[in-house]
C-alpha cells in the first residue's frame, strides 16, 4: 500500500504559441519525445553497447547507429527480444549470416 506521494516538477521552453498546444497537448509531446529515446536509443545501447562505443569522428557514427537498427530490424522480424537474440546470435555466426542474407 503507498503511504506517501510524489510530483516532480519539469520546466521546458517551447516557441509554440500557447492557442496551439494546451498543457495536455505539451505533455504528450514530452512524452513522444521520450517514448523514441527509450524504445529505440536505449534499447540500442542495452543490446549494442552503444553509449560506450568510443567511435566519435566522421559518417562513423552514423553509419554504426545505422547498422544497429538494421540489425535490431531483422531481430524484431523474427520474433526475438533484441538482447537475448544478440547474444544467441554472437554464438551461431552463421544463423546471423543466413538471416541477413535473407533480408
Known amino acids: 500500500m503507498k503511504t506517501h506521494c510524489t510530483r516532480h516538477v519539469v520546466y521546458a521552453i517551447t516557441s509554440l504559441p500557447t492557442?496551439?498546444?494546451?498543457?495536455?497537448?505539451?505533455?504528450?509531446?514530452?512524452?513522444?519525445h521520450w517514448q523514441i529515446e527509450n524504445s529505440l536509443f536505449h534499447v540500442r545501447d542495452v543490446t549494442f553497447g552503444e553509449d560506450a562505443c568510443?567511435?566519435?569522428?566522421?559518417?562513423?557514427?552514423r553509419a554504426l547507429a545505422d547498422i544497429r537498427n538494421a540489425a535490431l530490424t531483422l531481430i524484431r522480424r523474427t520474433g526475438q527480444k533484441p538482447r537475448p537474440a544478440r547474444e544467441a546470435f554472437a554464438e551461431r555466426k552463421w544463423s546471423a549470416i543466413r538471416l541477413v542474407m535473407n533480408a
Open 54 to 61: 568510443r567511435v566519435r569522428s566522421g559518417a562513423a557514427p
Open 19 to 32: 492557442a496551439k498546444l494546451d498543457p495536455a497537448g505539451l505533455l504528450q509531446l514530452a512524452r513522444d
